[in-house]
């Protein structure tokens, strides 16, 4: 009786296991069966999970909710018209374990032979306006792998570990730039590998978080950006300096150059503090020009005359840059007369060839070009200006000569008195001047009319004609009264 019931039990501990067994294979059968969709859309605050699945997907992925994928493989299809895509909005997640996204064949096919170029599917995560950050996009990957695209987050948070991203080629290019850019994001990425791009991942506008991240194929590992749409240009008061353009560009990253990647950024509104080598360790840190483009007067349509320039590695986003002008001042100024030194209160011919030189002291960290320098007689103009550059940092000689309308300033009208010599420096804004330099000292001399009149000077050859032609005249007409 005993051994018939555990012959009995044995039996029917069998038939259970089985049962079980075939249970447990209907149920991996079930979820391991295909999953087709037109487009997977998933509402704000509902959830989707997918285990052990092939999800074949003809148009897009849009979440407001949550989708979560387990040991699954996501095929994006090609649409018949458009482009398919995964976007990720505010308040949603995608979490993403032993999983891969990658195209069909027939999207592999017409992306290499039709495109050449370019993502085969989009990936966007997070939001083009700014959320408040406890509902910004989640990103959460572990154990995955991507092929042919780049994930864009902006304003999202992102931890990627374990995972893979593989760009490709085309007719030996390099055909997506990057595996990932992170705008204005959270992200953490460790132990994970970018194959097949120009750069691994970029991140602006915040710190990126990496550990054990590598570059197969590939120029940069990474690049560190910030933001210079917004920067302000101060002045020795802390107010603002108008300019009209901002010019940018960076001027000494060699490889840099050769990629294409950043060899223009006119107009961009983000620079690079470094780049990280594909190696993973050699850093090049950039150094980037900003040219600030000042109006100098009202009606000038040339926005470009007076130029701020500013050099170094820009290490936060949107920098308050500040010059004040006014240490920038003249200094040293020498007056010649027929080359020989004018000192203070020197009897000099009149109409002699006067000049001068002066030293031009700029202390500050910008280069400045297009400035004024003026030539002053009696601090009256006297049509004599140039424009000067003047490098940061620097001290530069310049010279200016005096022309006849020196003689005919205030007190050039009339022999004995001194002429007072100055020069000044200025820039000016729609008439208003940002700051106005004056030598350290002025210079007199005083105009002497030799006994002598140089008969060179045209003045005197008017004089002598005018003398003989009076004289004639006087003749003519005494010997015609005589005559009477």
């Not at 100024?333 to 020197?346: A, F, P, R, W």
Request: glycine share 4%; hydrophobic share 35%; proline share 3%.
């Amino acid at each position: 009786m005993l051994r018939c019931y555990h012959l009995d039990v044995t039996w029917a501990s069998r038939i259970l296991t089985t049962a079980f067994l075939f249970l447990v294979l209907c149920s991996q059968n079930s979820s391991a069966e295909d999953v087709h969709y037109d487009n997977l859309s998933i509402s704000y605050e509902e959830s989707l999970v997918h285990i052990d699945d092939q999800i074949f997907l003809k148009d897009s992925i849009e979440l407001y909710g949550n989708l979560s994928l387990y040991n699954c493989t996501v095929w994006m299809d090609k649409p018949e018209d458009g482009w398919s895509e995964i976007r990720i909005h505010t308040n949603a997640t995608l979490t993403m374990v032993n999983s891969s996204i990658r195209p069909t064949e027939e999207l592999e096919n017409y992306i290499l032979t039709e495109i050449g170029l370019g993502s085969a599917y989009g990936f966007a995560v997070g939001a083009d306006t700014i959320p408040s950050t406890d509902t910004w996009a989640r990103l959460d990957i572990s154990n995955s792998d991507f092929f042919m695209t780049h994930i864009r987050l902006k304003h999202a948070n992102a931890t990627i570990e374990n995972s893979t991203f593989h760009g490709y080629h085309h007719n030996n290019t390099t055909a997506i730039p990057d595996g990932l850019w992170s705008e204005n994001s959270f992200l953490d990425i460790q132990n994970s590998s970018f194959i097949d791009y120009d750069q691994g991942f970029k991140s602006v506008g915040y710190l990126a978080n990496h550990y054990n991240v590598t570059c197969s194929d590939c120029i940069f590992l990474m690049s560190q950006e910030w933001w210079t749409n917004n920067i302000s240009l101060l002045d020795q008061n802390d107010l603002q300096i108008n300019y009209s353009k901002l010019v940018k560009y960076l001027d000494s990253s060699i490889s840099c150059y050769n990629s294409g990647i950043c060899s223009n950024l006119t107009g961009w509104f983000w620079v690079p503090e470094y780049f990280i080598l594909s190696d993973g360790e050699s850093i090049e840190y950039q150094n980037t020009t900003l040219i600030f483009s000042v109006p100098k007067a009202l009606w000038t349509e040339d926005i470009s005359n007076f130029k701020l320039i500013w050099s170094g590695t820009i290490s936060e986003n949107n920098p308050s840059l500040s010059i004040n002008l006014n240490d920038i001042f003249l200094s040293n100024m020498i007056l010649y007369s027929d080359n020989e030194t004018i000192v203070d209160n020197s009897p000099i011919k009149k109409y002699s060839n006067v000049s001068s030189s002066l030293i031009i002291n700029n202390p500050t960290d910008f280069s400045i070009q297009n400035l004024d320098l003026e030539l002053l007689a009696d601090n009256q103009s006297v049509s004599v200006r140039i424009s000067v550059n003047i490098p940061a940092h620097s001290s530069i000689n310049v010279e200016l000569s005096c022309n006849s309308l020196c003689w005919y300033s205030t007190n050039g009208s009339s022999n004995q008195s001194p002429i007072v010599l100055s020069a000044v420096l200025s820039a000016s804004d729609n008439g208003v001047y940002y700051f106005q330099s004056n030598t350290s000292s002025n210079l007199f001399f005083t105009p002497i009319t030799p006994f002598v009149e140089d008969e060179t000077d045209p003045r005197f050859t008017v004089y002598f004609t005018v003398l003989i032609v009076t004289f004639a005249i006087g003749i003519v007409l005494y010997r015609n009264l005589n005559w009477k």
